[in-house]
């Protein structure tokens, strides 16, 4: 069974950053591409963004500019480095690795809130 694990999830003001964190098994890790979406409460969840194994990121337009992600091969690790957050970036994002043809994810990791006050 594949497990990714986030971290890095909490509570700041609206301004601020928060940097989250993914560790991806390694069978998966160097091949996969990945990626990081989101799901406020009553809305569906959302694309925030995803990388390929090669580094090639895309954004979702909601957070283009602010949210920056990035790959460390040598820790199995993804990244989601978010800026100049807003309150409506509190949200439970979740990581996702090895994204099909189909464009779904096969992995999810579990989840991690950030919550942004005002």
């Known amino acids: 069974q594949v497990q990714l694990v986030e971290s890095g999830g909490g509570s700041v003001q609206a301004g601020g950053s928060l940097k989250l964190s993914c560790v991806v098994p390694d069978n998966i890790f160097k091949i996969c591409p990945m990626g990081w979406y989101r799901q406020a409460p009553g809305k569906e969840r959302e694309l925030v963004s995803i990388i390929s194994s090669n580094g090639f990121t895309t954004y979702g337009d909601s957070v283009k500019g602010r949210f920056t992600i990035s790959r460390d091969n040598a820790k199995n690790r993804l990244y989601l480095q978010m800026s100049s957050l807003k309150t409506e970036d509190t949200a439970v994002y979740y990581c996702?690795?090895?994204?099909?043809?189909?464009?779904?994810?096969?992995?999810w990791g579990q989840g991690t809130q950030v919550t942004i006050s005002s």
């Open positions: 996702a690795a090895c994204r099909r043809a189909s464009g779904a994810f096969a992995y």
